[in-house]
């Protein structure tokens, strides 16, 4: 809309007409148009000079009207003193909840837990990817979040983000079978995997001594096994007390499985830690499909069976041969088996020289004391079978009986077992026919899958130490960060997708301390004027990435 101004007479008298006109284009023509909104001359004079001078007409505008004008103080700026009040989480809280909607993980919440618990579960899953802390942290951290300003800045105690805990540990299974059935895998591959992680103190009711992968033998572990598809989403977890052995997961876990996943059009890759042989004829009894290593122990010595029988295998980088009808395939490592002869040859070196401070070892009147010694030598740097040992038998100055090691390499045993090195062993009951070696092969390297959703979970979700005693809570807080897992994984699929190849919770937080929501506050009466998104140079280029990222969608939104 424009001013538009003409000359008239009026009683003899030159005139101006003043109108406000509206350009418009004809449908039916598509021609250009304009049609008068208001005539402008008989409005009061305070009026009709503010809409001449919105519209662009301050040059039709008389001295009366400049003066009407200046005396209602539409020139004078207010006196506003304004600060920066409370700053919340930006730009990478708001990606993840557009995720959280796009993907229906916000209405399942709500829907199995009550729209309190719900966005409750929903704001600690977002700070378990952006600020993993303690449950009673994020009682706090929550009113910082993006997600608190649109719920309306709801106000909830402690007791009620355990509540939710509780609400999530009794209704998982419903949440996870919805999600799946939302998101079905992809593909005939089911990855299973086992890790553990440690306690404060130790009350916790699952907590129990065991192998813990991360070292920590002087704490109180939790096992929990997860089950991952090609497409990298995470399907299940279960929990079990800590220190229970691998195997014994296994057969309970996979009939659970059976019937949810479809097993039985399925291949389920596992580690050689489960692959024991009442275990695996478990497995076979209930019909399904297996690919997984052989324990080292059996590995070895069945390697260095068929090194001795028909070394001409190990002249292939991949081969497979049936023994005892079981298929197995035969693999060379890339790398690992280069550094495995590396360090057989630095302990060779080291057992050498233990073998020489013992034979000139003073204390000497036991043969069987000399044996021991030197076999514990060789058990440390893992070559019994490199060494030869036997002892001569003579007398010293004061004619008491004395024992001298000798030792010599058996050169042949040592390149053999550098040979067998540089392979490994995977098993499987699918014939040829249905999966050929390489497939095979690469299935199992595809348990690296499962084993970066551990990696997630510890480094970036920081699901350890844990620091709940009940078995409830200890199993509502590994089934928080599964949620979390799920999430920062559907994301980076998003992402691969597009090419785009980034870790999702660092980009993230990079993006929440980049781009932020700040409240606008009136100094004189502490009552919030607006709230804004930060600008400038930073604040440009994460917008710029996320437009490149393709997580801009509609853009920030504006409150």
């Given at each position: 809309m424009y001013i538009q101004c003409s000359t008239v007479k009026r009683k003899g008298k030159d005139g101006r007409n003043r109108k406000l006109v509206e350009s418009y284009r004809d449908p039916q023509t598509g021609k250009p148009r304009n049609r008068t909104v208001q005539?402008?001359?008989?409005?009061?004079?305070?009026?009709?000079?503010?809409?001449?001078?919105?519209?662009?007409?301050?040059?039709?505008?008389?001295?009366?009207?400049?003066?009407?004008?200046?005396?209602?103080?539409?020139?004078?700026?207010?006196?506003?003193?304004?600060?920066?009040?409370?700053?919340?989480?930006?730009?990478?809280?708001?990606?993840?909840?557009?995720?959280?909607?796009?993907?229906?993980?916000?209405?399942?919440?709500?829907?199995?837990?009550?729209?309190?618990?719900?966005?409750?579960?929903?704001?600690?899953?977002?700070?378990?990817?952006?600020?993993?802390?303690?449950?009673?942290?994020?009682?706090?951290?929550?009113?910082?979040?993006?997600?608190?300003?649109?719920?309306?800045?709801?106000?909830?105690?402690?007791?009620?983000?355990?509540?939710?805990?509780?609400?999530?540990?009794?209704?998982?299974?419903?949440?996870?079978?919805?999600?799946?059935?939302?998101?079905?895998?992809?593909?005939?591959?089911?990855?299973?995997?086992?890790?553990?992680?440690?306690?404060?103190?130790?009350?916790?009711?699952?907590?129990?001594?065991?192998?813990?992968?991360?070292?920590?033998?002087?704490?109180?572990?939790?096992?929990?096994?997860?089950?991952?598809?090609?497409?990298?989403?995470?399907?299940?977890?279960?929990?079990?007390?800590?220190?229970?052995?691998?195997?014994?997961?296994?057969?309970?876990?996979?009939a659970d499985w059976k019937q949810k996943y479809h097993s039985s059009s399925a291949i389920w890759v596992a580690d050689r830690s489960m692959s024991d042989e009442g275990t695996l004829e478990k497995v076979q009894d209930m019909g399904l499909s297996y690919i997984t290593g052989l324990p080292a122990a059996s590995q070895l010595a069945l390697l260095g069976q068929i090194h001795e029988g028909c070394p001409e295998l190990f002249d292939e980088t991949l081969t497979e041969f049936t023994q005892e009808n079981r298929r197995y395939i035969l693999c060379r490592h890339n790398q690992k088996g280069y550094r495995r002869e590396m360090q057989n040859y630095r302990n060779l070196r080291k057992v050498y020289e233990a073998l020489k401070k013992i034979q000139s070892s003073p204390q000497n009147y036991s043969k069987e004391k000399l044996y021991h010694r030197a076999m514990k030598v060789l058990e440390k740097h893992n070559q019994t079978h490199c060494w030869k040992l036997s002892f001569d038998a003579y007398q010293n100055d004061k004619g008491k009986e004395r024992y001298k090691l000798n030792f010599k390499l058996n050169r042949q045993q040592f390149r053999a077992q550098n040979i067998i090195g540089h392979y490994y062993l995977l098993q499987t009951n699918l014939p040829a026919k249905e999966l050929t070696s390489h497939e095979a092969k690469e299935y199992y390297k595809s348990l690296i899958k499962a084993e970066r959703c551990f990696r997630l979970a510890k480094s970036d979700l920081e699901i350890r130490p844990i620091r709940h005693r009940k078995a409830a809570r200890i199993r509502a807080h590994i089934y928080l960060n599964f949620l979390a897992i799920w999430l920062v994984k559907y994301i980076e699929k998003s992402w691969r997708g597009k090419g785009i190849h980034h870790e999702a919770p660092a980009k993230l937080r990079e993006w929440d301390q980049r781009m932020m929501l700040h409240e606008i506050i009136d100094k004189n009466n502490k009552q919030i004027i607006e709230l804004q998104w930060n600008q400038g140079t930073i604040a440009q280029e994460a917008l710029d990435e996320m437009r490149i990222f393709g997580e801009l969608g509609q853009g920030l939104p504006h409150l």
């Open positions: 005539k402008l001359e008989k409005l009061p004079i305070l009026e009709r000079s503010r809409l001449i001078l919105k519209h662009g007409g301050q040059k039709y505008l008389d001295a009366q009207e400049w003066k009407v004008l200046i005396d209602a103080g539409d020139f004078t700026q207010p006196d506003l003193s304004t600060c920066i009040g409370d700053s919340f989480r930006g730009a990478g809280n708001w990606v993840l909840l557009r995720y959280f909607k796009n993907t229906g993980l916000e209405s399942l919440l709500r829907q199995h837990l009550g729209t309190k618990s719900g966005n409750i579960l929903r704001d600690m899953v977002t700070l378990q990817i952006l600020d993993p802390d303690s449950k009673l942290g994020y009682v706090k951290k929550r009113q910082q979040t993006l997600n608190y300003v649109l719920d309306g800045k709801p106000s909830y105690k402690e007791d009620t983000f355990y509540q939710s805990l509780d609400l999530l540990e009794g209704r998982f299974e419903q949440i996870r079978n919805d999600l799946n059935k939302a998101h079905p895998p992809s593909g005939r591959l089911l990855l299973y995997d086992l890790s553990n992680s440690y306690f404060c103190g130790t009350k916790a009711e699952l907590g129990g001594y065991g192998d813990s992968k991360e070292k920590r033998h002087d704490r109180y572990i939790v096992s929990y096994g997860l089950v991952t598809c090609a497409d990298n989403l995470p399907l299940d977890i279960k929990v079990w007390k800590g220190g229970t052995a691998d195997v014994k997961t296994v057969a309970g876990t996979f």
